[in-house]
């Protein structure tokens, strides 16, 4: 290995431009990225020209980058389907691997994925960055802290009113393997577990519904075109743990509701409970709040507030954002490569998403009957 870790990205379309990149810039003096994949040659260049140096170069074939004996860490951007081919493909020829949520469309890939990572002795990890928001990090503390208690239920919200993405294949059942609950759900499971600190499920139940995929009207951004609307519009999930915890998952890109509520999460905990929602004024900051009784009386505690639970530094907008998130994110992630320790989100906990993720499309497809996990 050279003195800085030399990476491969492979999709260049929104997250591996949005996030990846503007990341690991913010790391130049451990990462460098020298190969940029896509399918589409414009893209790699594009991404080439803004943030490769003089040695990198582009290519439209991922195994060109899997291949090649002096790349480090490759980090997966393309579409859902085939994150666990090429995921394994890397691990397979020695690379340590970044792959975007969700980590695959199925359990039993997910676990293919994590298995080949452990036979190599190479490492794995999920692009799960909302654990990075200041406002997760401050309810994480709380909850080692013990503030909350017993976290016994969850609920992992995941929802838009109006927000079909209408870039990409978002849509397209056989790339993406499902809509907003295979999209949008992974980021509230992720966090509500690890605030739990629970991963051991017992059951999955759930529905899918295919309502408004011929409803375009109203959505943010514009008009999804109904002929090729092939997934669900919104799901809803419930999940028993072995200890008898439960979470309820809701998901959506369409759904009749007043208001988003997008990678959020409640917990209700035996000393205290925590939700946050999307701020109503707009901005990337999710509004927290801690309920707990203290001296006989019902307080209510919000994050940024000031009190106890302020957290230093404050919440900025801007600091929530790809850039922020990301920045940590890819920080962690070289730290765990160099210092050969875990990563921040292990295949092992990812692989629990992806299972409660999976659980949910299978229940629906047996009407509703719970999926019970040994
Ligand atoms: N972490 C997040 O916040 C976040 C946000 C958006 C998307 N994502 C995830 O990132 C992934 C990509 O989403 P996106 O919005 O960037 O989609 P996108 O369509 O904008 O980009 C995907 C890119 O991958 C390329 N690609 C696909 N398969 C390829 C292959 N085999 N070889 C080379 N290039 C290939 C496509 O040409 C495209 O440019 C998805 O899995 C999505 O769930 C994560």
């Given at each position: ?33 020298v ?62 691997v ?18 080949t990572?452990k ?12 654990r ?14 013990g ?94 743990f ?80 790809f ?28 692989v ?23």
């Open positions: 290995m050279s003195d800085k870790l030399r990476i491969g990205i492979i999709g260049l379309g929104f997250i591996g431009t949005q996030k990846h990149l503007v990341a690991l810039a913010q790391h130049k003096d451990r990462a460098e990225v190969a940029f994949c896509d399918f589409d040659i414009e893209r790699a260049e594009a991404g080439k020209a803004q943030w490769g140096n003089d040695a990198a170069y582009t290519t439209t074939d991922y195994m060109d980058v899997v291949r090649d004996p002096d790349i480090d860490v490759v980090h997966v951007c393309t579409w859902n389907a085939n994150h666990c081919e090429i995921t394994c493909a890397a691990l397979e020829a020695g690379k340590h970044m792959v975007e949520k969700p980590m695959a469309v199925t359990a039993e890939d997910a676990r293919k994925m994590r298995d990572a036979r190599v002795g190479k490492k794995l990890t999920v692009g799960f960055q909302y990075q928001r200041e406002e997760y990090q401050w309810l994480k503390k709380l909850a080692d802290e503030k909350f208690g017993e976290i016994y239920a969850a609920k992992a919200h995941a929802t838009r009113r109006r927000g079909v993405p209408i870039w990409g294949v978002f849509t397209d059942k056989s790339k993406q393997g499902g809509g907003p609950l295979i999209d949008l759900g992974g980021y509230s499971i992720d966090v509500a577990l690890w605030l739990m600190n629970n991963y051991e499920v017992a059951s999955v139940a759930g529905v899918v519904n295919y309502k408004l995929g011929d409803k375009p009207a109203g959505n943010i951004g514009g008009e999804w075109d109904p002929a090729t609307y092939e997934v669900e519009d919104s799901a809803f999930g419930f999940v028993t072995k200890n008898g915890a439960s979470l309820f998952v809701e998901a959506s890109w369409a759904l009749n509701l007043k208001a988003a509520r997008e990678g959020c999460i409640t917990i209700h905990g035996t000393e205290a409970g925590a939700e946050t929602v999307q701020d109503p004024g707009g901005s990337a900051n999710l509004v927290v709040d801690v309920n707990l009784i203290e001296g006989g009386k019902q307080v209510n505690t919000s994050f940024g507030e000031g009190g106890a639970y302020f957290s230093a530094g404050g919440v900025g907008g801007a600091q929530n954002g850039a922020y998130m990301g920045g940590l994110e890819a920080g962690l992630w070289i730290d765990a490569i160099l210092n050969d320790t875990d990563p921040y989100v292990t295949a092992d906990q990812a629990v998403v992806t299972e409660i993720l999976d659980g949910i499309y299978k229940s629906a497809e047996q009407g509703g009957k719970p999926v019970y996990f040994d």
